[in-house]
C-alpha cells in the first residue's frame, strides 16, 4: 500500500526553518510549473501546485534526465526525455509502481522556498 506523505504548509513556517537551506524565491516558480536548482551538490527539481511546494530529485532514475524540465498536469510530473511520471508529493509513480525518486520536506518562510535535505524515508513515513 502507498504511503502518500504529508503535504508541506501553505502558509510556511513562522519562523526560519532549522535544518533547512533557501533554494529559491516563491515568485521564481510559477504555480503549475517546476524548476530545477543544484544546491551543496544536490540537484532538486521544485514544483509548485495550486501555490504549495514541493521538492523531489531532479535526476529521472531511468536515463538520467531533469525533472524539473519535465512537462506538470496537477501533481504529475512526466520526464522530458521519455514521460516515465512521478508524483511530486510522494516521488513515486502516479500508480505507486515503477521508478521512484526521493523527495523531500518544504516549508516556505520569508518569500523564499526552504528544502530540508534530508531524504524522507518512504517505508517508515520518518
Ligand atoms: S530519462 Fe526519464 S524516463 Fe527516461
Known sequence: MTQIPIEPTKSGASSV???YTSVAKCEDVPDGEGRSYKIGGKSIALFRVRDRFYAINNICPHQGASLGKGKL????VSCPLHDQQFDVRSGFGPDGGGYCVVRYDVKVYD???WV???PK??????
Open 17 to 19: 526553518p532549522v535544518g
Open 73 to 76: 498536469k496537477g501533481y504529475i
Open 111 to 113: 518569500g523564499y522556498v
Open 116 to 118: 530540508n535535505f534530508k
Open 121 to 126: 524515508d518512504w517505508f517508515s513515513g520518518e
